[in-house]
């Protein structure tokens, strides 16, 4: 894929004694949000860690930028322009919403400017600023989460399942936090059960089975073709959102 910012080759991730990823080949167009559908247990959330060095690769090529980057310490893909937002949310309970985005700002103290456009999406955030960040509900965590990979631009965001426990409002002002940060030439990988928030803003879309890709192509096509989905997924996404 000549304009993929990022491309797996032949990826196989061991866990213990379990053969996870076996043979993981597929490119993240630059510029546009790559979905990552397939049933629970097919080896999406490992395909994540796995980019983001947390599983490293036991075989296979990952590539960031024109830059090798399977082997790599986490920290050294995150300097390299890659943010993770994993399922489990990763924030600081202890600490107040103000500290848990300012930690997660690597070049200094949050941009004012950058902080109101996160609140207009996230009006919790803003309203919780000085609060522990335990207080937060599930789903205004998952909005701390996210915003935290969001106050610097980053190259590539890789984010698993956004919309686990969030509202039905609240996923339509993530869909345009996403749609702006696509406009900003902000890279998406997306793992995501909500038929309906991946149909919305993918561009492509990668479907693993058994830690293998198992079909690629444009989200358009598989969202028209119920024939497809009902082959390729099964009944494993919520198609209403």
């Given at each position: 894929?000549?304009?993929?910012?990022?491309?797996?080759?032949?990826?196989?991730?061991?866990?213990?004694?379990?053969?996870?990823?076996?043979?993981?080949?597929?490119?993240?167009?630059?510029?546009?949000?790559?979905?990552?559908?397939?049933?629970?247990?097919?080896?999406?959330?490992?395909?994540?860690?796995?980019?983001?060095?947390?599983?490293?690769?036991?075989?296979?090529?990952?590539?960031?930028?024109?830059?090798?980057?399977?082997?790599?310490?986490?920290?050294?893909?995150?300097?390299?322009?890659?943010?993770?937002?994993?399922?489990?949310?990763?924030?600081?309970?202890?600490?107040?919403?103000?500290?848990?985005?300012?930690?997660?700002?690597?070049?200094?103290?949050?941009?004012?400017?950058?902080?109101?456009?996160?609140?207009?999406?996230?009006?919790?955030?803003k309203k919780f600023w000085r609060s522990p960040a335990g207080v937060l509900s599930g789903g205004q965590k998952q909005m701390l989460a996210i915003a935290r990979a969001?106050?610097?631009?980053?190259?590539?965001?890789?984010?698993?399942?956004?919309?686990?426990?969030?509202?039905?409002?609240?996923?339509?002002?993530?869909?345009?936090?996403?749609?702006?940060?696509?406009?900003?030439?902000?890279t998406i990988l997306l793992v995501e059960q909500n038929f309906h928030f991946a149909s919305s803003l993918g561009d492509t879309v990668a479907v693993m089975d058994d830690?293998?890709?198992?079909?690629?192509?444009?989200?358009?096509?598989?969202?028209?073709?119920?024939?497809?989905?009902?082959?390729?997924?099964?009944?494993?996404?919520?198609?209403?959102?």
């Amino acid at each position: 894929m000549p304009d993929a910012l990022l491309t797996l080759a032949g990826v196989h991730t061991h866990i213990g004694q379990y053969h996870i990823l076996q043979g993981v080949d597929f490119g993240v167009p630059r510029g546009g949000v790559t979905v990552l559908l397939g049933r629970n247990g097919a080896g999406k959330t490992t395909t994540m860690r796995t980019i983001m060095g947390l599983n490293p690769p036991s075989r296979g090529q990952i590539t960031f930028d024109g830059a090798t980057i399977s082997g790599l310490t986490p920290h050294a893909i995150a300097r390299s322009g890659v943010a993770y937002v994993p399922e489990q949310m990763g924030v600081f309970a202890d600490l107040t919403v103000a500290e848990n985005m300012t930690l997660a700002a690597l070049a200094g103290p949050p941009d004012t400017a950058r902080l109101e456009w996160i609140f207009s999406f996230f009006p919790a955030l803003k309203k919780f600023w000085r609060s522990p960040a335990g207080v937060l509900s599930g789903g205004q965590k998952q909005m701390l989460a996210i915003a935290r990979a969001v106050i610097e631009p980053r190259a590539l965001l890789l984010i698993d399942e956004p919309t686990k426990g969030i509202a039905p409002a609240i996923i339509d002002n993530m869909i345009g936090a996403f749609e702006e940060l696509k406009q900003q030439a902000t890279t998406i990988l997306l793992v995501e059960q909500n038929f309906h928030f991946a149909s919305s803003l993918g561009d492509t879309v990668a479907v693993m089975d058994d830690g293998r890709i198992v079909h690629a192509g444009s989200m358009a096509a598989l969202a028209t073709d119920t024939t497809l989905q009902s082959r390729l997924l099964g009944l494993s996404l919520d198609a209403h959102g």
